[in-house]
Each structure stands twice: as structure tokens, then as C-alpha cells.
């Protein structure tokens, strides 16, 4: 069976330091890959997805980047995290050449200080 | 412009109460519905998907029912119990899209 792992589980980082969110699926291959964000209280944002390596859309112009530098990994980073980059960050896959819907992780809540 | 919109924005009732969500949708070409629970500080987890030929769809207590003509999908929960208090999700797919729509979300509270 498919599972998605997401880490870390919380993260707090000062403003101004640099960010670097894993995420990895296993048991399928060549999913497409998403990063979401969610501000307290709020709905979920699209950040990025993916649907294959090297193959990596932006939503939202912002202070973040995503890569994919194996096909079930998906990297979530920031060269200086900003106070406004708090939230709920969510990673989530899905079959290629379905729109079946999402499987998220678990989640990683970011606090910058 | 495909939007999903959500109602109530939040809900409060009793344990042992039954409650129904609405979720209407302007998605075009349809693809599927889905409703997603999340537990606050978790990542959400899918109850219930729906394609276009589907009116309903059930997962223990929890059902949703989907009018495809109307574009409105609605999630019933039977007996509530306090561990179904969290936010539920109602999100869209359009056919030959790799994104989805997500609603707002409605938080429930389900009180002893």
C-alpha cells in the first residue's frame, strides 16, 4: 500500500535562516506531488506541484522553492524563512493521469520567530 | 471561475446529534468530489469520493450525497461523537487538471 511520510513534525526557525521541508512516498511510482500551506484557521493554499522530476509549478510568486530530486521525494525549501512564512505546511500525492484526489501527510508546523 | 464554497463556516451541536454539511461547487468540466475530515494540527484525511455518476456514498456515520445537476454535495453525519469535532473539507476536481478546489472548510464542535 501507498504511504507518504512528511518531516519534520514541527519546526521552529528564527527569520532569516534557511528551510528545508522532506517528504517521500512509497509504494507507488511517479505520483504527482504537491505542496500545500495553511494559515491558522484558514484553507489550504497550493505552493507548488509536481507531476515528474524536474517538471515543478509555482502557484504563488513567494520565498519559497520546491524540487524534486528523486522521483517520490519532494523537497519544500527557503533560503531565509520571513515571519510571514508561519503556517501549516502539507504535502499530499496523487496517482499520474488520475485527478482521484490526494493522499496529504501528516504535516509540518512551521514557526518562524 | 471554478470555485467550491462551503456552509456553515462553523457548527456547534450535541453529542448524539446528526448534522449536515453543504458544499456547492462551480467546477467545470466535473471530475470528482471529495470530503476530507482534518483534526486540528493534523493533515486532513478523505472520507468519502464521489464521481459524476455517483448520488451517494457512505463511510461509517458519515455520508454524502451528490447532485450533480445542481452542483451541490452535502456530508451527513449520523450520532456524532466528540472525536468528530474538526474541520471538514469539501474539495473538487476538474477533468484534465492536475489541481484540485478546495472549500473553506466547516468546523465542527460536537459538545458533551
Known amino acids: 500500500s501507498q504511504t507518504i511520510h512528511q518531516w519534520p513534525a514541527t519546526l521552529v526557525q528564527p527569520v532569516g535562516s534557511p528551510l528545508s521541508l522532506e517528504c517521500t512516498v512509497e509504494g507507488t511510482s511517479n505520483p504527482n506531488l504537491y505542496w500545500y500551506r495553511q494559515a491558522a484557521g484558514r484553507g489550504l493554499q497550493l505552493l507548488f506541484y509536481s507531476i515528474g522530476i524536474d517538471q515543478i509549478s509555482s502557484e504563488v510568486p513567494q520565498n519559497l522553492s520546491a524540487s524534486r530530486p528523486q522521483d517520490r521525494q519532494f523537497i519544500l525549501s527557503s533560503k531565509k524563512l520571513l515571519l510571514s512564512d508561519s503556517g501549516f505546511y502539507l504535502c499530499a500525492w496523487s496517482a499520474t493521469g488520475t485527478n482521484y484526489g490526494y493522499t496529504f501527510g501528516s504535516g509540518t508546523r512551521l514557526t518562524v520567530v | 471561475k471554478n470555485q467550491v464554497e462551503q456552509s456553515p463556516q462553523s457548527l456547534i451541536i450535541l453529542e448524539g446529534k446528526n448534522c449536515t454539511l453543504q458544499c456547492n461547487y462551480t467546477v467545470s468540466p466535473f471530475s470528482n468530489l471529495r470530503w476530507y475530515k482534518q483534526d486540528t494540527g493534523r493533515g486532513p484525511v478523505s472520507l468519502t469520493i464521489?464521481?459524476?455518476?455517483?448520488n451517494t456514498k457512505s463511510n461509517g456515520r458519515y455520508t454524502a450525497t451528490l447532485d450533480a445537476d445542481t452542483k451541490q454535495s452535502s456530508l451527513h453525519i449520523t450520532a456524532s461523537q466528540l472525536s468528530d469535532s474538526a474541520s471538514y473539507i469539501c474539495v473538487v476536481s476538474a477533468i484534465g487538471t492536475y489541481k484540485y478546489i478546495f472549500g473553506t472548510g466547516t468546523r465542527l464542535k460536537v459538545l458533551a
Open positions: 464521489m464521481t459524476f455518476s455517483e
